[in-house]
């Protein structure tokens, strides 16, 4: 990406995350009025920042989700991650250490 756009995209970002919620839409809207895929871009970046941290793929997870990938074995069919589940296996081979 070209920096200077990163630099608008980013100046917009932090001006309108500035802004109570329910004002982005409109600051964005005259801020990018001649611009619709700088606003798109930067919309899309504020709609990551309002996610909440317990989101499906950050939040709560199985029992099982200790196991990280690397250890010894595969995560077992019907292993949930967030929103996520394994149903089968797609291969196997390589080092086992």
Request: glycine share 10%; aromatic share 6%; charged share 25%.
């Amino acid at each position: 990406m070209d920096p200077q756009r990163w630099a608008r995209i980013e100046s917009l970002y932090h001006a309108a995350l500035a802004k109570a919620p329910g004002e982005r839409r409109e600051y964005l809207a005259v801020a990018c009025a001649q611009e619709p895929d700088l606003r798109r871009e930067v919309e899309s970046l504020l709609g990551c920042a309002d996610a909440p941290l317990d989101s499906p793929v950050a939040g709560p997870m199985s029992e099982d989700a200790d196991r990280a990938p690397g250890s010894r074995g595969a995560w077992p069919s019907g292993f949930r991650l967030g929103v996520y589940e394994i149903l089968a296996p797609l291969g196997a081979g390589g080092m086992d250490i």
